[in-house]
């Protein structure tokens, strides 16, 4: 589902602020694959996740996605092949506009515009059994405004509109830093759920070692722009916190990287 070639980005080439974010990085993502990424502070997860994104360019090698090279394509593109949740709730929905209207946002996305006017009845009726999905009761707030709803219920309303169009990439950038540790273990399950119903290929970024153990059937270490450790099947399924925080130990004294202490203190 998704090939990423010998992928390099530089930040401020040139000047004293030079960042070589990632370095010939490659992947490949099979189809209905859920991959869990961490690493430290710098290590170029989210930027990995950007360049399938489009947020940023390659300077070097190619993005695949579904056979299609993406490559050069540009964000608002590449969008209507992609579903993706964002670290901040307020960023994946319009809080001016209803609930219902957020979903009619995501469910035309990639399609056709017509001079129709306003929502279906045969829409609401898809909404609301949706929404209901998430065990929040939005299903009968249809036309409440989204920016008076809490932070977590906007990231479930955010992850569901990701996932309406079953895209063929979900994208989540750490979608459950920003929430308490009750609402992120909802959002969570959710995720875990809506991935499973549909067969959906996804990429997940964490700085959570146990969420990164937990979901999803592989598991990706990243440090200093490249990726250092992949595992997959029974092996992932029998890691564990200390497997992990060893592994991050031993690599950090073969890159010699300059930040072990404060990355291995925030990834514990």
């Not at 010998?6 to 992947?27: C, M, Q, W, Y």
């Not at 961490?38 to 947020?55: D, E, M, W």
């Not at 067969?199 to 979901?215: E, G, S």
Request: charged share 25%; aromatic share 4%.
């Amino acid at each position: 589902m998704l090939e990423v070639k010998h992928v390099s980005k530089t930040f401020n080439p040139g000047t004293i602020t030079e960042r070589k974010a990632l370095k010939d990085v490659s992947i490949t993502l099979n189809d209905g694959d859920f991959v869990t990424v961490i690493g430290g502070n710098g290590a170029g997860k989210s930027t990995l996740l950007n360049l399938i994104a489009g947020v940023y360019e390659c300077d070097s090698g190619s993005i695949v996605l579904d056979g299609e090279d993406i490559t050069a394509q540009k964000e608002h593109v590449r969008a209507k092949y992609l579903g993706r949740v964002f670290q901040d709730p307020m960023m994946g929905t319009a809080a001016s506009m209803q609930i219902q209207e957020n979903l009619a946002m995501a469910y035309r996305r990639g399609k056709s515009r017509t001079l129709r006017w306003g929502i279906s009845a045969k829409e609401k009726e898809t909404y609301r059994d949706q929404l209901a999905l998430l065990d929040l009761g939005l299903e009968d707030r249809m036309q409440a405004k989204v920016g008076l709803l809490s932070g977590g219920q906007r990231q479930a309303l955010t992850l569901l509109m990701a996932t309406l169009q079953k895209p063929k990439l979900l994208l989540l950038d750490e979608h459950t830093a920003a929430l308490d540790p009750k609402t992120a273990h909802k959002v969570l399950e959710l995720t875990e759920q809506f991935i499973q119903r549909d067969k959906l290929t996804a990429f997940m970024v964490t700085h959570n070692m146990r969420h990164a153990i937990h979901y999803g059937n592989r598991l990706i270490m990243m440090m200093d722009g490249r990726i250092v450790y992949d595992v997959s099947g029974e092996e992932k399924k029998n890691l564990q916190v200390q497997d992990l925080m060893q592994k991050f130990q031993m690599v950090s004294d073969t890159e010699g990287s300059g930040d072990q202490v404060s990355d291995r203190m925030l990834l514990n």
